[in-house]
Structure formats: C-alpha cells, structure tokens
C-alpha cells in the first residue's frame, strides 16, 4: 500500500510540476522564438486544426517516452512521472481546448468559480494578438 502511495504522490507533483513548466514554455518559448507556430491559436478562430496544435505532439513524447520506458525495465517511478504528464495533458485539453476554447466540437458549460476564472484569465491572455504583451501564461492556473 505505501508503494501506491508514493507512486501516486510521483503522479501528483508530476501534474503541477507540469503546470510549472507549461508556464516557462509558454512564456518564453510559444511567446519566443516559437511564436511562428503559436501565432496561429493567437489568430485562428475556427476552432479547427491551427499550427499550434504541433506543440501538443512535442509535448507528449516526454509522456509516451516515461510510460513506454518505464513499463519495458519495471521503472515504476518513470511510469508515473509518464501518467503524470498524460494526466496534464488531458486536463489541457478538457479545459483549455475543450472548456476555453470549444474545440473538438464540444462545448462545456461548467458553474465553476475556479473554472471561470480559468476561462476569464485565458480569454484575457488571447486579447493579445501579438508575441508580446500578454499576461497569465499558466493552464490550469488563473491571475
């Protein structure tokens, strides 16, 4: 039982230290020198495919790499530092893609303070329509 305690708690600090490191690379990457694929969820409003959407694919090989790795040589720490990052993962795309933003044709109506706050802040980073000058580079964090 303290093995799946502690390997929970790794699935757990996995989550935020990912809200952590989405801010510094939204910030100084997707607002840096990779802006000429951001640029496009900044513009597009269809809600269909944007150029941004490649950062999704750059960022989830750190999780498939942990899982696969991990379940091949029995390393159950890097395993959940891999399910950690899915699970941040899927929290981004149900409320930045999906809540924010109503991608994937789904739209989700939640009476949340928390996520409302979420939704007013990202709106509020989206006003911005240039590289500089936003605010709130966070996802699962508001200001």
Do not use: C
Request: hydrophobic share 45%.
């Amino acid at each position: 039982m303290l093995n799946i305690l502690f390997y929970l708690f790794i699935v757990i600090v996995s989550v935020i230290f990912m809200e952590i490191v989405a801010i510094f690379t939204h910030k100084y990457i997707m607002h840096g020198v990779g802006w000429f694929l951001h640029k496009s969820h900044h513009t597009n409003h269809d809600n269909k495919f944007e150029l941004n959407d490649f950062y999704f694919v750059i960022f989830s090989l750190p999780s498939m790499f942990s899982i696969i790795y991990g379940l091949l040589i029995g390393n159950y720490i890097l395993l959940s530092m891999g399910i950690g990052i899915l699970i941040y993962g899927l929290i981004y795309i149900f409320l930045h893609d999906m809540y924010v933003h109503n991608r994937l044709g789904i739209k989700i109506r939640i009476e949340s303070n928390y996520l409302k706050k979420i939704k007013k802040s990202h709106q509020k980073h989206h006003s911005v329509k240039s590289k500089n000058g936003a605010s709130n580079f966070g996802f699962i964090t508001y200001k």
